[in-house]
């Protein structure tokens, strides 16, 4: 495949992600590496750039598969060096899909310095990475190439394997790739095997629809219609909110992808005002995931209607961002011990369903309100639930 082949030697060759290359380089030139994760899309650069900076180092590389990887395997590796004054780069790609286990057994070797640890995700290491291995690495988070960036990579592979290309094949070639560096060089290299001269109608032969995720055509980007359908909806606009579903649909994008922002809209704009919202939509999630299209265009329309006809609250989605913003600020609050089963004060603890589902007690240590009802819909029928229980 050319995107094997020209991969870039040097980090000056190296297209996108400048902050990220910026950092390595004083890394490189100060002779020390960080363990690290690299977490962003596909074909973004993270294999590239650990492969650089390890031939930079004098590092022996090796490139591994956490989805197919044996622990016994890195011991393997690792007892190769020993007694040596050389360390091994262990790239270490789908790092997520290491388990527990087998993350955990990097922790050591990383706390002695038998190895240079880089993974690769498109996770989000927050949640897909051991709090462990989180510690000991740093995170840098890649971006899909911009538009002008995949720009630069024509200019360099029209000069090294001089062919020509027409403006709306330009075009088509980098917004169909949605910022995938390896998606455009391969969709280029199969357009030169048919003739040297590009056009837009060759290009669309061979990718007749854009990558999943883009879901757009071209000034109009994936990130810009996703973001009005979900306007749309949260302003209870029915029409418009379908209006940009099947601008989606037409441009190619994933119906699973939309059914999840679909699911995410259900907790972070219905909420309680219409519990039955999120059911709605984790129930389309699901089919869509069996149907597909063209049917599942229908099942998604049903979730947009029930959506943006529903009552719409936040307080959920505020509520747990002010909770989390509580606990990142401030140290953690004393579990008071009644509530710990192995506590002797455990006596103390008052079990509400002796008390008709409701007694006074301190569940923490300080007193803490995160949780604002706006009293919209169903939220309503919770508050006064509440506060009948707390009066009984």
Request: some cysteine; hydrophobic content about 40%; glycine content about 4%.
């Amino acid at each position: 495949m050319l995107s094997a082949n020209i991969r870039p030697t040097s980090l000056d060759e190296i297209v996108g992600q400048d902050e990220i290359v910026a950092v390595f380089r004083k890394f490189v030139e100060r002779r020390e590496l960080p363990h690290a994760l690299f977490f962003g899309p596909a074909g973004c650069g993270k294999t590239t750039l650990a492969k650089v900076v390890a031939s930079k180092m004098n590092h022996e590389f090796f490139e591994l598969d956490g989805a197919n990887l044996k622990t016994e395997e890195i011991r393997k590796i690792l007892a190769r060096f020993d007694g040596t004054l050389f360390k091994p780069l262990l790239f270490v790609d789908e790092f997520h899909r290491l388990s527990k286990t087998q993350q955990e057994s990097l922790l050591i070797p990383l706390e002695n310095d038998r190895c240079v640890l880089f993974g690769a995700t498109t996770e989000n290491p927050k949640f897909a990475v051991s709090s462990g291995i989180r510690s000991r690495v740093l995170t840098f988070e890649f971006k899909a190439l911009t538009q002008e960036d995949l720009a630069k990579l024509l200019e360099i592979l029209q000069a090294k394997f001089k062919f020509d290309i027409d403006a709306d094949a330009r075009e088509f070639l980098a917004h169909s790739s949605y910022g995938d560096a390896r998606s455009f060089v391969n969709l280029l290299h199969y357009a030169l095997l048919l003739d040297s001269h590009v056009t837009k109608k060759t290009l669309q032969t061979l990718r007749s629809n854009t990558l999943s995720g883009e879901g757009a055509k071209s000034s109009d980007t994936h990130y810009e219609l996703a973001s009005a359908l979900i306007k749309s909806l949260r302003g209870s606009d029915v029409d418009a909110s379908l209006y940009y579903l099947a601008r989606l649909i037409a441009a190619g994008e994933d119906a699973a992808f939309l059914a999840r922002r679909l699911v995410i809209f259900a907790s972070e704009d219905v909420g309680n005002a219409n519990p039955n919202a999120l059911n709605i939509a984790v129930n389309a999630m699901s089919a869509v995931s069996k149907i597909g299209y063209p049917e599942a265009r229908i099942t998604l329309a049903q979730a947009v209607i029930y959506l943006a006809s529903s009552p719409k609250s936040n307080a959920a989605y505020t509520a747990i961002n002010a909770a989390l913003k509580f606990v990142s600020e401030n140290p953690p609050l004393a579990i008071p011990r009644y509530l710990i089963n192995t506590d002797e004060a455990k006596s103390r603890y008052l079990y509400p369903h002796d008390f008709g589902g409701w007694v006074e007690q301190e569940y923490t240590s300080k007193p803490v309100e995160f949780y604002k009802s706006n009293g919209v819909g169903f939220e309503a029928t919770l508050d006064a639930w509440l506060e009948k229980l707390k009066r009984r």
